[in-house]
């Protein structure tokens, strides 16, 4: 059973700075890549930024938040960070982290948290 747990969610002015903490607790010993997506009403879920665990921490990045947000791992608290700076309105949302666990060979699952909100004010 896996647990996903966000922390760091907020209000936060337009250009203001805002960190995301992920971290993941239960049968994790096959993690493979963690995350965070975001969806706002009306709209599709899309990917933030993503990272893989416990090899090179290869980064990927979506568009619309490069040069603007860091994903960063802490791999002995299986834990994953997002820092966001320079945030806009646009980026509103709720934010959910995302973890691949391999269950065998080339056998995945993906989980998600709960969900955290944040809200960046004009």
């Known amino acids: 059973q896996v647990q996903l747990v966000e922390s760091g969610g907020g209000l936060v002015q337009a250009g203001g700075s805002l960190r995301l903490s992920c971290a993941a607790s239960?049968?994790?010993?096959?993690?493979?890549?963690m995350g965070w997506y975001r969806q706002v009403p009306g709209k599709q879920r899309e990917l933030v930024a993503t990272i893989t665990i416990r090899s090179d921490g290869m980064p990927n990045y979506a568009e619309s938040v490069k040069g603007r947000f860091t994903i960063s791992r802490n791999n002995a608290k299986n834990q994953v960070s997002l820092q966001m700076n320079s945030l806009k309105p646009e980026d509103t949302a709720v934010y959910y982290c995302?973890?691949?666990?391999?269950?065998?060979?080339?056998?995945?699952?993906?989980?998600w948290g709960q969900g955290t909100q944040v809200t960046v004010s004009s």
């Open positions: 239960g049968s994790i010993g096959s993690i493979r890549a």
């Open positions: 995302y973890a691949k666990f391999s269950v065998a060979a080339w056998v995945f699952n993906d989980y």
